[in-house]
């Protein structure tokens, strides 16, 4: 099967084209470097030109509580440009499959826990990243759109919290994961004395590694055809106070961590109910606290190399 991955070379991206590979197939791999997905053009004869058979959207202009808040429009209209960039191409080009990739953020700022799909809608999103969500939304809605006005096979995932090799560490732009990483390692480097978070860390979050939401991927481009979006987490939540203190212990920070409560702390609590997913045969492999180890070690060697995303 020839497979175009969208966003090849980022986080989830990559890690879904090595999972494709690894099962025998023909990958085409694309970043923003070799395609302009915010281009209707660019984009059209970059799928026209390759012929895939499946189109895995991993693209996105994706970033922490600060970045979303800052620059909604930004957030906004690349996602929306990209997105109908993508399935607009993939139409004119006749492509059977699209898996489209959210966010969890999709869901209302204080719906109920663990979150089912059918949560959609149903109250206020968290403000400060109104405008992601908002796009992710839209996307999950003109996939629903292509697949009944034009009986397309389309599908839409929405994983939670991802982290990983290839992650994006910028401390300004990054997720809260991979921030506390960077935070943590060069603090320790460096030996100093404090790390400053913001807000007060109570907040409960599950994360995933981007291996295992790249098996669900791939499960579910096979197995499930349907016009609700699938939920993919680990269903294991952890605050965000016990995770900086996991890091830093991972980490070998010997100081001390201080919380700015004067900044946001975001959504409350948000913990997916991924029962959907799991009834096709999915389960996550790895640990939350392996797989932190393992992105430590992966920050430590590409930062010291000059291939980190800072």
């Known amino acids: 099967m020839k497979i175009f991955v969208a966003g090849g070379t980022g ?8 999972e494709y590979l690894s099962l025998g197939h023909e990958v085409f791999a694309i970043s923003r470097r070799e395609v302009d997905l915010s281009d209707t053009d660019s984009t059209l004869v970059a799928v026209s030109d390759f012929k895939p058979d499946l189109i895995i959207d991993a693209a996105a202009r994706v970033g922490g509580i600060g970045a979303n808040n800052s ?6 209209l690349q996602n929306l440009k990209i997105q109908n960039n993508l399935m607009s191409a993939a139409h004119e ?5 699209f898996v489209f990739l959210g966010s969890s953020c999709i869901y209302p700022r204080d719906c109920p826990q663990p979150i089912r799909e059918e949560y959609l809608l149903t109250g206020k999103l968290e403000e400060t990243n109104s405008a992601y969500a908002i796009a ?32 994006n560490f910028a ?8 921030a506390l990483i960077r935070k943590f390692v060069d603090a320790e480097r460096e030996s100093s004395k404090t790390v400053e978070l913001w807000g007060d860390g109570s907040p409960l979050r599950e994360f995933l ?57 975001g959504t409350q609590r948000k913990v997916l109910d991924s029962s959907r997913i799991k009834s096709l045969g999915w389960t996550p492999k790895i640990s939350l606290k392996d797989g932190i180890l393992a992105t430590i070690d992966w920050y430590r060697e590409a930062a010291a190399s000059g291939m980190a995303r800072l």
């Open 136 to 167: 992710k939304i839209a996307g999950i809605e003109l996939v629903n759109s292509y697949r009944k006005e034009y009986g397309k096979s389309w599908i839409s995932l929405m994983p939670t919290n991802l982290y990983g090799p290839r992650d």
């Open 71 to 76: 620059k909604p429009v930004e957030f906004l």
């Open 11 to 18: 986080l989830i991206g990559s890690a879904i084209t090595a």
């Open 209 to 265: 590694h981007v291996e295992d939401v790249a098996r669900a991927v791939v499960l579910a481009s096979t197995e499930y055809d349907d016009a609700l979006h699938l939920n993919i987490g680990s269903g294991d939540e952890i605050s965000i106070k016990d995770l900086a203190l996991m890091v830093a212990e991972l980490s070998g920070f010997k100081g001390e961590v201080l919380w700015d409560v004067s900044r946001p702390n």
């Open 93 to 97: 080009a006749g492509v059977e499959k």
């Open 171 to 178: 401390i300004e732009g990054s997720h809260v994961l991979p």
